[in-house]
């Protein structure tokens, strides 16, 4: 079984687009990291293709925020007018499936997904320090986390957290698994890159061959602006996207 694994679409629909076309014979699967709304301008679109072809979702800080499980007074300026558009914006039906996703980690066979931590959801996990002090938490020792918009993640020694350093100039980068060695991956964002690379970010993951390839893929980012200006989004929205920032 070969997965493809998702994190961030943040309602970029020409970004999830681009990627499904990318990965198109390449898996057997879909999962998702989280985040499948705010900041861009179709969020029902994105999440009728989530509905159609993804297995496992687990929400994210985003989705909650959208369906209006959590106070937005913790989120910025930017984000709150985004997540308070995107409620109004979406569909009775998807708003519904946004306030059903489950809460991660969630077991797909032999690895899990989550959107922060282990422990806390809403955690950004960003330096190996921070790992360190959830490792042993991990339930598998290949989990794939989203939330910080940066490809990459960590690998876990008994001797330590080494950083596993994105984003990579080539459209793919092969890591192959250590049996006897824990692995926190972030395959990036599908929808909102940081990392510098405005490029969509995903991976496709094949445990059976132990290898996780890290992808990124150009997509019609002029598009998404013109819908995010179309929307009365902040401007910010729209030009982090070139960015990816």
């Known amino acids: ?33 989280g985040d499948l709304v705010g900041y861009c301008a179709e ?42 558009w995107t409620g109004r914006a979406l569909t009775p039906a998807n708003l519904e499936y946004l306030r059903n996703l489950p809460q991660g980690p969630a077991v797909v066979g032999s690895f899990q997904v989550l959107h922060g931590s282990p422990l806390d959801e809403d955690e950004y996990l960003v330096s190996a320090f921070e790992v360190m002090q959830i490792q042993n938490y991990l339930e598998k020792r290949v989990s794939f986390f989203g939330h910080t918009h940066l490809q990459g993640g960590f690998i876990c020694h008994s001797n330590g957290v080494r950083p596993l350093g994105g984003p990579w100039p080539s459209k793919e980068t092969t890591l192959e ?69």
């Open 177 to 245: 698994l250590d049996p006897d060695t824990w692995y926190l991956l972030n395959p990036g964002s599908v929808g909102q890159p940081r990392d510098g690379d405005p490029r969509a970010a995903y991976v496709l993951y094949d445990p059976e061959a132990r290898l996780v390839q890290y992808r990124r893929v150009a997509y019609d980012v002029g598009a998404a602006q013109r819908k995010v200006r179309a929307a009365g989004l902040p401007e910010i929205l729209a030009l982090r996207l070139e960015t990816g920032d």
């Open 1 to 33: 079984m070969r997965y493809l694994i998702l994190s961030d679409i943040h309602g970029n629909w020409e970004a999830l687009n681009a990627v499904a076309t990318h990965a198109r014979g390449a898996h057997d699967a879909v999962v998702c990291c």
């Open 43 to 84: 969020p029902d679109a994105v999440i009728d293709w989530v509905r159609a072809h993804v297995g496992v979702v687990v929400r994210g800080n985003h989705d909650k925020a959208c369906a209006g499980l959590v106070d937005l007074e913790w989120f910025n300026p930017v984000a709150r007018a985004a997540a308070e």
